[in-house]
């Protein structure tokens, strides 16, 4: 008897094969439809979600219209032939030897099985980004439901299903799966095409490890998360340290400090004005509700591990009761923290920070080459300032998918010009973003069809398509 | 004391860094530099590629050329700011919560590994494509000599060295390493950003292996080779047997068969007809001088094994003498095939190939449906064909990196629309080419600058960028 798994690819190809030719308004359709099932069914999904993750009701509606707004400018996305990258070049019987036309499309991979995220159930989720991308660019979707949140993922899979079908969708396109061994077997499925996920570093390398194992090795976009280090010029902190102390504290308690942007490191050069007034802001701060106890328990030991690295200090922490997380934040001087690295440079799932206190800009320099591959990094500097940001950039460059300018790298822009991802273990492929407009490039590829004859082309291909108003033809735009 | 892998990769790690500034007009004028000398440099070059490889003197002379056309194609994809992929969101304080400005480019990955292939010294060589796009996309590289052909290779590196002094490019920006622990000591490398690859499935996969392996992966762009299938309509068996048959032909003798595009297998209901031209054809066929021994004589062991395989018969061979290989082609039922397929299924590098003889249309499509990715497959069809070619046309794009048209797959046009890649094991990631314009598009990624003033970011970013004309801005261009 064939599994969960093996039936839910099998009918994804089977639909993948009537919807690989539908058209881009048809698509468009599928994606608004979809859009405003999540809208509509916002008060019946968000109590389940409060229930399963103890996330607060205006975060979770606020992530409802978030997810849906993904779906939106997907559809959007769709809209402009751009990302269908067509490039043809003319036959010219004159070359030696003679060159023949071609005409270059990215086109649908197939079936794509989807992971998403515990902390965000309707934006990373099960209609996550991921989801919405993956359907943008043409291809069915079996999706791997969270064990953070079961019935609400359920319940988000089923109006998916339902606002397919009342598009004409054929049966198949969108389903979701559950269990850990059901995922494994859906990332070595034969069928699958590709795989998105967004998640622990821990979790996202098994799967990559999987699934370059298989014989026929397909793409793996993992979002593994960042440490997203802060770097503060002196000139700064004499400027403005409580401002910087409040933005600090604030994004790292956004979300209880479960976000994958969170800025898990403050590095300075002179970082004791700052820690002081964070002793006093974050002594204030109120008391953090995880998204379950297995989560805040391992918080909880994480950060006291981290309390026992050689040289770390508790700079505050907040108070709160046995079922909330305290908000805490601790200091290390620049020397300590690269000699016990291993201990020092963690990622805190939670409302836990770490400021690292440099002597010199040679030190922080140091410092910010010590860090891996990360989502975000940033830089809080003054119009006066003199080397520090220009020597520090490019070491931010090579490792962040993006760099925040006096700003903080949580609240992500679900726009054209977001770029989330970024060198290992930020993601397992630093070409392509998992979240704004680009992401869907992720799920096509270039075909390139030589000599056809024009009604044999993909639609998009042909002489009389409006898609070629896009295309670069002869090396021209 | 530092190997000489690490000392390469540390100079081109330091290069980068005064590389990865130069603006594209200076990057032009190098690739240009490294054009004009390979052109300069043919008549030297050639009789030692000749010396080291058996290939004839005008394929080798044309094959500078095509080295050559490369690099100066890649000075015009770098002249239009296009690759750079500019994406601009204004800031918009209206928006809930307000939208900070974001401006995204595609940044050089670093230092890049290169491994050139055996059969194409110069254009899939030291100075091939890889070579070629690596340093436009603004990327510091380090080439691995294949065994094939050293003497040369280090030539054309040395070329390439001088080239790039004479236009002021920093030291160890371009340098060869030789050897097969050198190479894997290569892709482990801590510094490497990437590895590009030309060669066999069974070398590929152990560098991918390798690289995946790594604590850090990076990405790595294989390209393996295919099996290129070609169909055949029966309305065109009918209309033109001997024309296919001596396409056929030439297309598996060119370059004595040891081209990644040999078209190894023609698949055709009621083959024999074309067997019966083929037989005639081949058994007249010129002898085929390989690459070198070692390359003729796996490629008559492999040929000998596959003649064992249940069904298998012989259709002819043309006479040799011990120095060069026969042009050989043998034919199987379609059933035997199936049944037989990991005996009967094989890559062979050199002047051998097979026919598939189908009984019906279904027969034909369980054909094609049998073979795993490809760089390119085809059709042979007529105007009056029914239903075959839009029934097969599906099943060769989920396979098949290009798809030809009443042509053969030999003889690839290096132009913007080119795709040679595929689905594993064609190449290792199906969204990217290794030959063309956008060959380049491998080795850079994006980042996205929030909120930073004009003059920190990058200069193709600034409000004074003419680059901004191609910048896609609030979701228009």
Redesign the interface.
């Known amino acids: 008897m064939a599994s969960t798994t093996d039936k839910a690819v099998s009918e994804a190809l089977a639909a993948w094969?009537n919807y690989?030719n539908w058209t881009p308004l048809q698509i468009i359709d599928l994606l608004n439809a979809i859009a405003d099932a999540l809208d509509k069914a916002k008060d019946d999904l968000v109590p389940v979600a409060m229930s399963e993750t103890h996330l607060p009701q205006a975060r979770l509606e606020g992530e409802v219209g978030r997810a849906s707004g993904q779906f939106r400018l997907m559809a959007?996305a769709v809209a402009?032939p751009?990302y269908l990258d067509i490039?043809?070049?003319k036959e010219n019987s004159t070359l030696t030897?003679p060159?023949?036309e071609?005409?270059?499309i990215a086109?649908p991979?197939?079936v794509v099985g989807i992971f998403g995220a515990s902390n965000f159930p309707f934006a990373f989720g099960v209609a996550g980004g991921d989801t919405a991308s993956a359907l943008a660019a043409g291809c069915a979707v079996v999706i791997k439901i969270n064990p953070g949140h079961p019935i609400v993922s359920s319940m988000v899979g089923e109006l998916m299903v339902q606002a397919a079908k009342s598009v004409g969708a054929p049966d198949g396109l969108i389903s979701v799966i559950s269990g850990l061994e059901a995922g494994m077997e859906l990332v070595k499925h034969k069928d699958l095409?590709a795989v998105a996920f967004t998640g622990s570093t821990h979790g996202g390398r098994a799967l990559?490890?999987a699934i370059?194992a298989r014989e026929?090795?397909?793409?793996f976009y993992g979002e593994l998360g960042g440490l997203n280090p802060m770097f503060v010029t002196e000139n700064a902190i004499t400027a403005r340290a409580k401002a910087i102390a409040e933005g600090f504290l604030g994004s790292i308690t956004l979300g209880a400090g479960q976000f994958c942007t969170k800025p898990g490191f403050l590095i300075a050069i002179g970082a004791n004005a700052i820690n002081k007034e964070l002793a006093q802001l974050v002594a204030a701060a109120s008391p953090q509700r995880m998204l379950n106890e297995r989560t805040q328990s391992l918080h909880d030991s994480i950060r006291e591990e981290m309390l026992t690295v050689q040289g770390m200090t508790l700079v505050a922490q907040s108070n709160s009761d046995s079922s909330d997380a305290s908000v805490t934040v601790m200091t290390i001087s620049a020397g300590d923290f690269l000699k016990n690295k291993e201990g020092a440079m963690r990622e805190v799932f939670g409302p836990t920070a770490v400021v690292i206190d440099c002597d010199s800009q040679e030190e922080l320099l140091n410092i910010a080459r010590s860090f891996?591959?990360t989502l975000a990094s940033?830089i809080h500097a003054q119009?006066n300032d003199s080397t520090l940001?220009?020597d520090l950039?490019?070491i931010l460059?090579?490792i962040?998918?993006?760099?925040?300018?006096?700003?903080w790298p949580t609240?992500l822009?679900v726009?054209?010009?977001?770029?989330h991802?970024g060198?290992?273990?930020a993601s397992?492929?630093?070409?392509f973003?998992s979240v704004g407009?680009?992401a869907l490039?992720?799920f096509?590829?270039?075909?390139?069809?030589?000599?056809?004859?024009t009604d044999?082309l993909p639609t998009a291909l042909r002489d009389n398509s409006e898609a070629l108003k896009s295309a670069?033809i002869?090396?021209k735009?």
Chains 1, 2 share one sequence.
Do not use: C, K
């Open positions: 094969n690989r959007q402009d751009t490039v043809i070049d030897p060159r023949p071609l005409r270059s086109m991979l197939g095409r990559f490890d370059n026929i090795p397909i793409p891996s591959g940033g119009t940001p220009g950039l490019p460059e090579d962040s998918g993006r760099i925040v300018w006096n700003q609240g822009a726009t054209w010009a977001m770029h991802g060198p290992y273990p397992t492929n630093p070409l973003t407009a680009r490039l992720r096509r590829r270039p075909i390139a069809y030589q000599n056809f004859p044999s670069r002869d090396g735009r």
